[in-house]
Nanobody, 116 residues
C-alpha cells in the first residue's frame, strides 16, 4: 500500500524556519531516491530537494544553503529543514520518490506560507 503523509507546515515570517516531515510506506521508502516537491500558487510542481538511500543530497538552486533534506530509514521518515524562509517559498510541499512516474501517487501535501 502506498503511503505518503506530509506534515509540519504552517505560517512563518520571512527569515524564519520550519521542519517538514514525511511518513512513507516501507515499499516507497526503500527506493533509491526520494525528494521534496513544492507547488506554489499558479506554478508547476517542482523538485526542490532529493536524497538517496546512502544520504547523497541535491537541491534546487533556489533553496541551496537554506534547506536541508534528511531521512531516517528505520522510521520510514524523511525531513526537510527549512531555514531563512522567503515569501517565494510559499507553496504546498509534497514528498515522493524521484522521479515520479506518470500517474504516480501523491499525498495531500503540507502548506507552507511565508509572510509578514
Amino acid at each position: 500500500q502506498v503511503q505518503l503523509v506530509e506534515s509540519g507546515g504552517g505560517l512563518v515570517q520571512p527569515g524564519g524556519s520550519l521542519t517538514l516531515s514525511c511518513a512513507a510506506s516501507g515499499s516507497i521508502f526503500s527506493v533509491l531516491v526520494m525528494g521534496w516537491y513544492r507547488q506554489a500558487p499558479g506554478k508547476q510542481r517542482e523538485l526542490v530537494a532529493s536524497i538517496t538511500s546512502g544520504g547523497t543530497t541535491n537541491y534546487a538552486d533556489s533553496v541551496k544553503g537554506r534547506f536541508t533534506i534528511s531521512r531516517d530509514n528505520a522510521k520510514n521518515t524523511m525531513y526537510l529543514q527549512m531555514n531563512s524562509l522567503k515569501p517565494e517559498d510559499t507553496a504546498v510541499y509534497y514528498c515522493n520518490i524521484v522521479p515520479v512516474p506518470r500517474g504516480g501517487y501523491w499525498g495531500q501535501g503540507t502548506h507552507v506560507t511565508v509572510s509578514s
